[in-house]
Each structure stands twice: as structure tokens, then as C-alpha cells.
């Protein structure tokens, strides 16, 4: 496959700490250009990973033929006019979430995309999580085929009477954050905006039905409760704490459906209960792993890695050194983003499929400016027009 040439617009903590780093070392891209404003953010940006070209002007990348695609990680206020800027030259697109602040933000992009025919993926990337799809595949398998394992007890047999539930769906996901961690300008939006597009999509990947109703407790800032309710009578709970520690595992993900149980703790372990012929712990790779020479993997490697960089931390006197990371799925989502520009295919996280973590979020917030009232969600809520 011919590299594709890209643009880094935006080059402040997201891009240098996490796409930056993927496309240089990636095959399927060639990095083009650095472009930021900031002259600080752009000379870092350039010194650590080398782009070809450096520019302050988002307009001088529209101008380079050789570059056909552009990664915005900007601030949230420059979105817009870029996604307009550049999909009107015909760049393909990937940018960082939230992919709209409001639902006329919301319509204009989707217009554009499907005005422009352009490739398009948002940063919803725990979807493209090695431990999302494989738990999505066994989720599946149950479906097409659920067989109880034979040790289920079945109490009644027969005279069981048979619930409408079982075709039902209960996702639980538990957010840990520390509100220490966050920049100044994350505190304007708050979590509910800026991080719950991740989870609500997240939800999603296992719940095959609409979601029609949204209910939040809590605070926009954060310490929040979202329930989605779906067509099918399926569910979602996230529970969202910012008084947390990165001292313990960020997100914890149950799904259960039909006899089923399957677990991602931190997306570097998964635990499969109810389904047969898969085993119970399934260990994934970290990103970019810190400390290679802990050979313990899955959540118990998490643990070990945590005490590792604390104590550097602490040795260095560099709070900033924080525990490993587990695969969020950020690359492989840059690999399906270049796989469909030269397929034509419809990426994993296109504009339609984003539009609709994105609405919810919409319609969380205006749960949560109610004072907690149901909120109902409709198929306009994810259209153009
Ligand atoms: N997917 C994830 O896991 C994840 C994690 C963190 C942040 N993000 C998202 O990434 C994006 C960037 O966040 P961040 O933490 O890097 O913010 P940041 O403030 O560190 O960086 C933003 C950069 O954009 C630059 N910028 C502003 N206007 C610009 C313009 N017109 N053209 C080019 N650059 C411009 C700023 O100068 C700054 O350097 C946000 O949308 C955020 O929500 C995603």
C-alpha cells in the first residue's frame, strides 16, 4: 500500500503524547507536516518527531498536493473551521473527539462529510481497542450461538419460565479519573463532554439496538451517573468519578447478556464467564510499555507497572511519570483510518457511527442541565438535516 501522506494539525499534548509518536513509527503513513500556532507546541513537535514540514497556517497544508489526509488534535474552538477547510479541499479527516459541541455543529459536520465524500473518523478509539473487538467477538458468538456451558444450574429446566430479557443487553463501565491531571481548559466543558463521547460509543459497540433516552445524576464537571436506555430495553450505566486515583485502573467494563458474563478490566484483561470453548482470562499487550522487564501481564501487570512508576517518580522527583498504558486502540484505529482511504470503505468510527456517541453526549447534557431529567434521543438527533 502506497503511505499516505498526513498533516498533524494541532500539536499540543494528545498529538505529541499519543498520534505523533503512532505515525511516525507507522507503515501506512508518512508524516508531511507539523502545523500549530503555537510556536512552542509546533518547535517540540518538530525536534521530537521530524515531520518534513513545519507551518503556524492550517491554509498552507490545504495548498500541499502530496498531503491527502489530516489528523486534527487542535483546541476544541479550531475544530470546525478546519473539518471545513479541509474537507472542502477533499483531505481526508481524522479528528480528535468530541466531534461537536452542539447539535447545529453536529449537523454542519455530517453535511460536509457527506457533501464532500471524504473519509472520516473520530477519535473514538477504544472501539478499535484489541480487547473491545475481541470481547465484541465473543459477545457475538453467544448471540449467533448461546449455548450454556454445562454447569449452568438450571434449577426449574423445563418449568423455567423464559424472560424477555435474555435478549437484552446490561453494560456497566466504571470510570476512575483524578481531576489533577487536567488542563485548565478541560475544566470549561467538563468530563461530560469531553470524555463521555468515549463511553457512550463504548456502550454501543456491544448493545446492537437505538438508543432512546438518556437520564444523568450528578455534575457536568464530573461524579456523574449516565443511564442510556436502548429500543430493546437494553441498558448502559456509566458511573464517571473525578476524585479518583491513577493510583488504581482507570475504566472497568462489565457486559452481561444471556448467561453471559465478560469483563475488561482496563482493557489489558478480559474475563469471560457463561460462554463455552472461551477461556476465562484473555491478557493484552500495553502501549508503549514502560517496563518491559515485568513480564506479568493483564490487570495484575497493571499493578506491578503502577508501583514501578511510582516509585520512579518518586526517585526523580517527576510526578508527571505516570503508570503504563494500556492499548486504547489509538493505532489501530490510524491503521483503519488509512486502510479506507485507499479502499474506499467506510472507517470504524466514520461520521454516522460518531454521531451518535456524539448526540448523546448532547442529550446528556441537557439531562444534567435539567437536574436529571429523562431525556428523550431520536434518529434526527444523529442526521444532516
Ligand atoms: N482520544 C483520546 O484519547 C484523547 C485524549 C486527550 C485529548 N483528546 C482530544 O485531543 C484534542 C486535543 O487535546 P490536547 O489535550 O492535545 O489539547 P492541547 O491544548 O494540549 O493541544 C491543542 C493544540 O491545538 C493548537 N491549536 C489551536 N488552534 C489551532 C489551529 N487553528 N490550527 C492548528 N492548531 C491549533 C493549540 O495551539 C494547541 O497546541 C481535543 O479534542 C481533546 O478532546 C483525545
Partial sequence: MDRVG???????MMAQG???????????????WCCDPDPHALQTAVERFG???????????????????????????????????????????????????????????????????????????????????????VLQKHRDSPISPPWRWDREGRERPTLEGERRTMVLIRINDDYWSWKKWAF?????VNEMTHFLDLAGCFIPSHPCWVQVAGERIGNHVITVGYQDGSLAVIFESIFGSFGYPKELVEIYHNGAVIVLDHLCEMRVAGVVDE????????????????????IEGYYRRTLAAQREA???????????????????????????I?????????????????????????????????????PEDFRPV
Fill in 279 to 298: 477461556p476465562f482470562r484473555t491478557t493484552f499487550p500495553f502501549w508503549n510499555d514502560r517496563y518491559p522487564e515485568i513480564a506479568v501481564q493483564g
Fill in 314 to 340: 518518586l526517585e526523580k522527583g517527576d510526578n508527571s511519570i505516570l503508570p503504563v498504558q494500556p492499548d486504547k486502540g489509538h493505532y489501530a484505529l490510524l491503521t483503519d483510518f488509512a486502510r479506507c
Fill in 51 to 137: 515531520p518534513e514540514r513545519q507551518t503556524s497556517e492550517a491554509a498552507e497544508v490545504v495548498g500541499a498536493r502530496e498531503c491527502e489526509a489530516v489528523l486534527i488534535a487542535a483546541s476544541h474552538s479550531a475544530r470546525l473551521p478546519l473539518i471545513e477547510l479541509f474537507a472542502r479541499a477533499g483531505k481526508h479527516i481524522y479528528v480528535e473527539k468530541p466531534m461537536a459541541e452542539s447539535f447545529p455543529e453536529l449537523r454542519r459536520v455530517l453535511q460536509v462529510v457527506r457533501e464532500t465524500s471524504i473519509r472520516f473518523t473520530v477519535g473514538h478509539n477504544r472501539r478499535a481497542a484489541p480487547a473491545v473487538r475481541e470481547a465484541v467477538r
Fill in 342 to 378: 485507499r479502499t474506499g470503505e467506510e472507517p470504524l468510527c466514520g461520521a454516522d457511527v460518531a454521531a451518535v456517541a456524539t448526540a448523546l453526549m448532547l442529550r446528556c447534557v441537557e439531562s444534567e442541565q435539567s437536574g436529571g431529567q429523562r431525556v428523550e434521543v431520536c
Fill in 6 to 12: 498526513i498533516a498533524v494539525v494541532g500539536c499540543g
Fill in 188 to 192: 470549561q466543558a467538563g468530563a461530560l
Fill in 18 to 32: 499519543m498520534h505523533l509518536p503512532n505515525l511516525s513509527r507507522h507503515p501506512d503513513f508518512r508524516l508531511l
